[in-house]
């Protein structure tokens, strides 16, 4: 009973006044309460105000190093995973609840996205915005936090053996960080690797359905619905320091590269040093008198 009278209570207690009027704020909509991209505000906190307990109870999402990420138009960059865009949620989360000046992230979906019904208009709703260059580049351009994954489903669609191994970037998000002179935050996520385990991946059937993969995890299909709901592992969240790079955006394939390369060494570093601060925490549990 505690905790469904704690679930009712966060699911009908409004955002602190200032969290919402920052909210509003930061995401300059017009006269019709929309941006041009289709963002409304009011949908985007009771989406929050919703899903708060997600970030804060099921995955107990903490931040290191938010205060790294600078105001104004920023790039905010993390390694992918996780089979669902959980990642994705929980970083544009922290972004209003952990943030010191709470924001509403735009993250940059995939193409095929916009075809799911239902949930593309709710994301959409939410700050969610096609990852189309010309998109993103406006949207720095109102001084907007853009998230971006460089690994697309390459990242995201990886089996458990290939967790925290970052995937081939793409250079296109360097590029426009050139173009637009917009700070890069490196972020690496740890905890989100092992929420959906997929331990097999059905490239047929994602041929078939004409979707980027189709996961097999110790519970999916298994358990049916049932499998389908994530684990509840504990989720860090770890911001780099912002990274500016100088230098022509229409360059060659091989000089934006060794920029490229930065960002993705910067991304390891945190991915590597989060794995081993949680496998440490770890083994202190397990210690007698360690701290629970």
């Known amino acids: 009973m505690r905790l469904i009278k704690r679930l009712l209570d966060t699911f009908t207690k409004p955002l602190p006044g200032s969290m919402a009027d920052s909210l509003r704020e930061a995401a300059q909509v017009d006269a019709g309460g929309y941006d041009p991209w289709g963002l409304h505000p009011e949908t985007a906190e009771r989406t929050l105000r919703s899903m708060r307990w997600v970030y804060e109870n099921y995955f107990r999402v903490q931040t290191y190093g938010i205060e790294n990420v600078p105001s104004g138009r920023v790039m905010l960059v993390p390694n992918h995973s996780g089979q669902l865009p959980l990642d994705a949620m929980m970083v544009a989360m922290s972004m209003t609840f952990a943030a010191k000046s709470p924001r509403i992230v735009r993250g940059m979906v995939e193409r095929w996205v916009p075809s799911l019904p239902f949930i593309s208009t709710l994301f959409n709703r939410c700050g969610s915005v096609t990852g189309d260059p010309r998109n993103c580049v406006s949207l720095l351009e109102r001084e907007q936090p853009i998230l971006v994954f460089p690994e697309g489903v390459r990242g995201s669609g990886k089996t458990y053996w290939h967790r925290y191994t970052l995937q081939r970037f793409g250079t296109g998000f360097l590029r426009i960080a050139l173009q637009t002179g917009t700070p890069i935050v490196p972020i690496g996520v740890v905890g989100a690797e092992e929420t959906y385990p997929a331990i097999y991946n059905f490239e047929w059937l994602a041929k078939l ?48 590269q060794g920029q490229v390369d930065q960002v993705q060494g910067a991304i390891q570093r945190l991915l590597d040093e989060g794995v081993a601060q949680r496998s440490g925490l770890t083994m202190l549990k397990l210690l007698p008198g360690g701290r629970p």
Not at 232 to 246: A, N, R, S, T, W
């Open 209 to 256: 359905l004409s979707v980027p993969y189709v996961p097999i995890t110790p519970t999916w299909p298994l358990l049916g619905p049932l499998g389908a709901i994530p684990l509840p592992v504990k989720i860090d969240i770890h911001f780099g320091e912002p990274l500016v790079f100088e230098g022509d955006p229409d360059a060659p394939d091989e000089e934006i």
